[in-house]
């Protein structure tokens, strides 16, 4: 028994504890990048960097992008409205092409 009570792990002072650092999680680091970009980046560096440290914003990007394309084109007022602008670009273009001498 007196085997068991030398095993344990020794208590941390609570001084070592107020000093420990967590690492900061995904949305931790998403909110600090905007809100305190210098502490943010301060905590960041004091743990190795990892994949899903610029992989997990990436994909949301790529999510928040797609779903904005899909809501868009699934509403035809929105979807004319687009197809409208980009005919009129290239109106202008293929007149400013002529007018140059570029096409005839």
């Known amino acids: 028994m007196d085997e068991m009570q030398n095993q344990e792990a020794p208590e941390m002072s609570a001084i070592e504890n107020d000093h420990e650092e967590f690492e900061l999680s995904h949305t931790d680091k998403l909110v600090g990048v905007f809100s305190e970009p210098t502490a943010t980046f301060g905590k960041m ?41 980009q005919m009129e670009r290239f109106e202008k273009q293929f007149k400013e092409s002529v007018d140059k001498g570029q096409m005839t």
Request: glycine share 0%; aromatic share 4%; charged share 15%.
């Open 45 to 85: 560096a004091k743990f190795p960097q990892k994949t899903s440290d610029w992989i997990v914003p990436i994909l949301v990007v790529i999510v928040i992008a797609i779903l904005s394309q899909v809501v868009m084109m699934n509403n035809p007022a929105i979807k004319a409205s687009i197809m409208e602008k």
